[in-house]
Nanobody
Framework: QVQLVESGGGLVQAGGSLKLSCAAS????????MGWYRQAPGRAREFVSS????????NYADSVKGRFTISRDNAKNTVYLQMNSLKPEDTAVYYC?????????????????WGQGTQVTVSS
């Protein structure tokens, strides 16, 4: 019985910043790799970032590399996504996920649990 709840989404102008949080129940955060995906209306869900079980390795999509930073606080059962220099193309629903594995992977096929999503809208 695992629950992932995202928060921190909202409306921001291009160039602005937002920090997303994903609060996990139980031992979810400390037991596996975690990640973020996003999906815009009419588009496929795409990988954004992931972080290994211990937080020592991270992975980023090319589209967000250098702008987004993923981190985790296992003591608080929480994973974060700091988003800087936001662009209109970053507009999407952002989903937190936990993986079956411990490495910072990218494939959605190995996602075990999904959060409900939080809306991020970047205006021009």
């Amino acid at each position: 019985q695992v629950q992932l709840v995202e928060s921190g989404g909202g409306l921001v102008q291009a160039g602005g910043s937002l920090k997303l949080s994903c609060a996990a129940s139980g031992r979810t955060v400390s037991s596996s790799a975690m990640g973020w995906y996003r999906q815009a209306p009419g588009r496929a869900r795409e990988f954004v970032s992931s972080i290994s079980k211990s937080g020592d390795r991270t992975n980023y999509a090319d589209s967000v590399k250098g702008r987004f930073t993923i981190s985790r606080d296992n003591a608080k059962n929480t994973v974060y996504l700091q988003m800087n220099s936001l662009k209109p193309e970053d507009t999407a629903v952002y989903y937190c996920a936990t993986f079956f594995v411990e490495a910072a992977i990218t494939t959605a096929a190995l996602v075990k649990y999904w959060g409900q999503g939080t809306q991020v809208t970047v205006s021009s």
